[in-house]
């Protein structure tokens, strides 16, 4: 299986401030890695697929980076409702398909 | 729209099978995609289980692949989950989700898009 490993795992933030989040593959893996955001009871939403393509109606603040082993969520301008946990899942092995362990973003 | 809704027992008893149901509307699963069952236990993080074609192909987790069955059953527009033997661990929110693609560049990107609400099944005596 490839791993997938987050870091931080969690961290705190203030709104308005620019976060990065970190996703890092075990092995290659090109740019087939998602990014996911989840809130309290709630399912994921797909906020980035193939690394940087960001999906429908998701504010434009949220981007993405990276290939290969490396990728990176970037958050321009916290906004209060994008206090929640996000997920990084490479879709490289779709034989075998794996998620990140998680990032909580909390409010500072 | 899509939209996809889990259904099934909240509780199962220890070594006994859970089965779950992801019903499909706004898009006919014989129409293409895969569509896939993933968990959440609480408090943790998101494990894919497995994924079905409307054809009936199937793939799965490596460390569930001996427990697992999914199956679809296109006139309901609908697909399931099987679980056997299942213990404590087992106990998650349970989500079904569509898994779509996108074609750039020479490559094909898939991501799951469309996720249902989820359902806790818990597993107890």
């Known amino acids: 299986d490839i791993q997938m490993t987050q870091s931080p795992s969690s961290l705190s933030a203030s709104v308005g401030d620019r976060v990065t989040i970190t996703c890092r593959a075990s092995q290659s893996i090109s740019s087939y890695l998602n990014w996911y955001q989840q809130k309290p009871g709630k399912a994921p939403k797909l906020l980035i697929y193939?690394?940087?393509s960001l999906q429908s109606g998701v504010p434009s603040r949220f981007s993405g980076s990276g290939s290969g082993t490396d990728f990176t969520l970037t958050i321009s301008s916290l906004q209060p409702e994008d206090f929640a946990t996000y997920y990084c899942?490479?879709?490289?092995?779709?034989?075998?398909?794996?998620f990140g362990q998680g990032t909580r973003l909390e409010i500072k | 729209q899509v939209q996809l809704q889990e259904s099934g027992p909240g509780l199962v008893k220890p070594s006994e099978t859970l089965s779950l149901t992801c019903a499909v509307s706004?898009?006919?699963?014989?129409?293409?995609?895969?569509w896939g069952w993933i968990r959440q236990p609480p408090g943790k993080g998101l494990e894919w289980i497995g994924s079905?074609?409307?054809?009936?192909?199937?793939y799965y987790n490596p460390s569930l692949k001996s427990r697992v069955t999914i199956s679809v059953d296109t006139s309901k527009n609908q697909f399931s989950l099987k679980l056997s033997s299942v213990t404590a661990a087992d106990t998650a929110v349970y989500y079904c989700?569509?898994?779509?693609?996108?074609?750039?560049?020479?490559?094909?990107?898939?991501?799951?898009?469309?996720w249902g609400q989820g359902t806790l099944v818990t597993v107890s005596s």
């Open positions: 193939a690394a940087s």
């Open positions: 899942q490479q879709s490289y092995s779709t034989l075998s398909i794996t």
């Open positions: 079905i074609y409307h054809s009936g192909s199937t």
């Open positions: 989700a569509r898994r779509s693609g996108r074609r750039i560049v020479g490559a094909t990107y898939h991501y799951f898009d469309y």
């Open positions: 706004g898009y006919s699963i014989s129409s293409g995609y895969y």
